[in-house]
């Protein structure tokens, strides 16, 4: 069975830093991309960073510049470094990655079960 687990996140004052990991476990024969989302209060779950098994990462516009992703093949695991924090980033982050199971014959979504990332002072 294969699951992911997130970990990091908590609270940090505006301008300051976070790191929050993902680490896929399970029976996993391969995998495609991996990234988070993160959803407000009231507001829809958006895509923060995005990355490829191979490739070149897409961030949304709002944290271009802030925040890294980076992810470990070998290891199926993925980091979001998140610098310059803004209130505006506080969320549930939820990471996510697109994987073929051992013994499946399709591709699909799993994801973690989110972690908060609140920014105040």
């Known amino acids: 069975q294969v699951q992911l687990v997130e970990s990091g996140g908590g609270l940090v004052q505006p301008g300051g830093s976070l790191r929050v990991s993902c680490a896929a476990s399970?029976?996993?024969?391969?995998?495609?991309?991996m990234g988070w989302f993160r959803q407000a209060p009231g507001k829809q779950r958006e895509l923060v960073a995005r990355i490829p098994y191979h490739g070149t990462a897409v961030y949304a516009d709002s944290v271009k510049g802030r925040f890294t992703i980076s992810r470990d093949n070998a290891k199926n695991t993925m980091d979001l470094q998140m610098n310059g924090l803004q209130v505006e980033d506080t969320a549930v982050y939820y990471c996510?990655?697109?994987?073929?199971?051992?013994?499946?014959?399709?591709?699909?979504?799993?994801w973690g079960q989110g972690t908060q990332v609140t920014v105040s002072s």
């Open positions: 399970g029976n996993i024969r391969a995998a495609n991309d």
């Open positions: 996510y990655a697109n994987l073929l199971p051992l013994g499946g014959h399709d591709y699909r979504d799993y």
